[in-house]
């Protein structure tokens, strides 16, 4: 079974879109690589983060900031499909 | 453990945004009901089709059309919160 994406937000923080936008580039990238992308309301305020599985890759809150759609994107097809190639999003940032 | 909403699309129809679309309205709706909305790219051509957990409530080759959202928020409603009202929603489409 191929791997699910879970973006946990605080719908209270007003994050649907910010996840959904994410959601959707995530999709318009690995929809061949993932079973899919869950959003997922959390119930803890102030929540964002962003798992491969149980796998964490992304947390708000340890990061002290939302991700960048080019990292987000290499931290998911790192654990997904790390042999694919990801044209501009693979240049490292500076 | 709370319902996970399941959208299944084609993805080389071109229906990513829609089911997008629809999952963001069914968070704006039903975030504290359901565990999470899935968007599943399907690897069947032409398929639409929306579960709850793994029951189907919304198959577009049956139905031949894709729901309305009115429709779709009833359909979910019933699984998940069949007492929850709907304000707007809830009016019988004629």
Redesign the interface.
């Known amino acids: 079974m191929k791997p699910?994406v879970?973006i946990?937000y605080c719908?209270k923080c007003n994050w649907?879109?910010r996840a959904?936008y994410m959601?959707?580039e995530l999709?318009?990238t690995f929809?061949?690589d993932?079973?899919?992308?869950?959003?997922?309301?959390s119930e803890t305020s102030g929540k964002y983060n962003i798992r491969v599985n149980e796998q964490v890759i992304f947390d708000r809150k340890e990061q002290g900031r939302f991700p960048e759609i080019k990292e987000l994107k290499q931290l998911v097809r790192d654990v997904v499909a790390p042999e694919k190639p990801l044209g501009h999003s693979d240049k490292k940032a500076e």
């Open positions: 699910t879970t946990e719908p649907m879109l959904a959601a959707q999709l318009s929809a061949d993932v079973y899919g992308i869950t959003l997922q309301p």
